[in-house]
């Protein structure tokens, strides 16, 4: 599982590329970190490259979330496959966030 973080036109990406499995979930955590930190910033999950998510990953989703919305911010996700389309639709999380 890779992290990275930029900033692009004043939105702060997170770009996701592999497995956010339970194993990997722990050490993509303390890569998100800048997300939590981000004031007033909106937040964009780039899942182009991620290919599958697990409870702990969606987990992750909702703590960046649940801390970006006090601050004004906007998160959202854009480039997710059909799989992981599915896993957002079961577990409701396609609610919760836009989509791009």
Known sequence: MKTTIQEQDGII????????????????EKALQPLY???GKDIM????????????????????????????????IQGINDDLRKVFTMTGFINLFEFK
């Open 13 to 28: 990406v997170a770009i996701l590329e592999g497995r956010l499995d339970t194993a990997a979930a722990a050490e993509t």
């Open 37 to 39: 930190e981000s004031e």
């Open 45 to 76: 999950f780039d899942c182009t490259a991620l290919e599958y998510i697990s409870s702990s990953g969606l987990r992750l989703f909702l703590s960046v979330l649940k801390a970006a919305k006090p601050k004004g911010s906007h998160v959202y």
